[in-house]
């Protein structure tokens, strides 16, 4: 069966088109890991997200795609879909406190280390090569850390998610 000239013209043409959005789309890693900064730090500067749920000794924003699947003294295992979140927390430490920051910069081997300061916290977002097209991220708000393994696909959303959770920690006396 022989092609005629149109149709292999309109599947070049489409095999062109294919490979130009490709190119196009495909964001490099230091540009994503660049816009995980910057959407955590605009994120950690908005004003205080509210809290949605109320656990243990503290209340907290927790979207409705995330559930707590486990809780103990200072920790939540978290987890929307297939993807799990650790979130820390210290009530001895304060909003301000860098103990967590200090900890990620020892621990060292990682692609971003980045903090935030305004005049009643402190907080940072740190970003570690976990395996091809994985990353660890975590993300600090004074005595409070998140972390999970994301993708490059999902960093910057991850990033925005994580800080709000983080900067929305409120503890009961």
Same mark, same amino acid.
């Given at each position: ?129 976990? %395996? ?31 800080? %709000? ?9």
């Amino acid at each position: 069966m022989k092609m005629n000239k149109t149709g292999l013209l309109v599947i070049g043409l489409l095999l062109v088109g294919i490979i130009v959005l490709t190119i196009f789309s495909y964001e490099p890693e230091g540009e994503v890991i660049d816009q995980a900064k910057e959407i955590a730090e605009v994120t950690f500067h908005k004003d205080n997200i509210k809290s949605t749920r109320t656990v243990d000794n503290f209340s907290l924003y927790l979207p409705e795609e995330l559930t707590v699947d486990q809780e103990e003294n200072s920790n939540l295992v978290l987890s929307k879909e297939e993807q799990i979140y650790l979130l820390f927390y210290n009530p001895l430490e304060s909003s301000k406190s860098e103990l967590n920051f200090q900890s990620a910069q020892a621990a060292g081997n990682y692609v971003l280390l980045e903090s935030f300061t305004d005049d009643q916290r402190f907080g940072y977002i740190m970003v570690k090569t976990a %395996k091809k097209d994985a990353f660890e991220l975590q993300i600090g708000v004074g005595g409070v850390k998140i972390t999970t393994i994301t993708s490059k696909v999902h960093l910057v959303e991850d990033a925005e998610l994580m800080m %709000k959770m983080a900067n929305s920690i409120a503890y009961e006396s």
